[in-house]
């Protein structure tokens, strides 16, 4: 009897969670987790049936903007910070648990895209080109671009100013550091085209 009524508890603080968080952002979330932190400061839209995991944190600061489109799906403990920048994530996309998306420079992912777990995506990077200056003040900020129909798969890293065009795949714990100028599949430290 017990688990049955902590079962009807957790079900019924679920349903209670969802309604406020569907109120606050004007939409239907499929779902919305428990844990999960936001800090919003900056413009938010969210689409419909929209699923956020449980313990995903979403900052976004004064100045900065997130959007998430229709049917999209953030996973478990994902970690998604604008730095100031805005993050535009497309229809039916899917970033998986534990994922990181650092916004600073600007990060738009395509529709029907899939990130896989523990994927980070960085849209800033320091350099070092000047001796007097130092690197934590050296900063680029060019954006990452990811277009339709893109497959990440687990642990991909991707760095500031780079694009992947529609309809590409990246292999597991590949790297990708520049832009990749045509569709494939590219897999390696630096990812480097196969197909």
């Not at 987790?33 to 800090?39: D, I, N, R």
């Not at 929209?50 to 004064?62: Q, R």
């Not at 320091?126 to 900020?141: E, M, N, R």
């Amino acid at each position: 009897m017990f688990f049955k009524v902590l079962k009807l508890m957790n079900w019924f603080t679920a349903q209670c969670r969802k309604a406020l968080y569907n109120q606050a952002f004007s939409t239907n979330f499929k779902y919305f987790g428990k844990g999960s932190t936001l800090e919003i400061a900056g413009q938010v839209k969210i689409g419909k049936n929209v699923y956020i995991g449980d313990h995903v944190s979403l900052i976004v600061e004064a100045g900065a903007s997130l959007t998430i489109a229709d049917n999209s799906f953030i996973g478990e403990s994902c970690y998604i910070k604008c730095f100031g920048g805005d993050i535009a994530i497309g229809r039916e996309v899917s970033i998986n648990s534990k994922s990181f998306i650092n916004g600073c420079g600007g990060v738009s992912i395509g529709d029907n895209t899939r990130i896989g777990t523990q994927s980070i995506i960085i849209a800033s990077n320091h350099k070092f080109d000047d001796p007097d200056t130092l690197v934590k003040d050296q900063i680029s900020k060019q954006g990452v671009s990811l277009g339709e129909n893109i497959w990440l798969g687990a642990r991909v890293t991707v760095l500031d100013g780079v694009h992947i065009p529609d309809n590409s795949v990246i292999g597991a714990c590949s790297l990708v550091s520049k832009t990749l100028n045509e569709s494939g599949v590219y897999v390696g430290v630096p990812a480097r085209k196969i197909k």
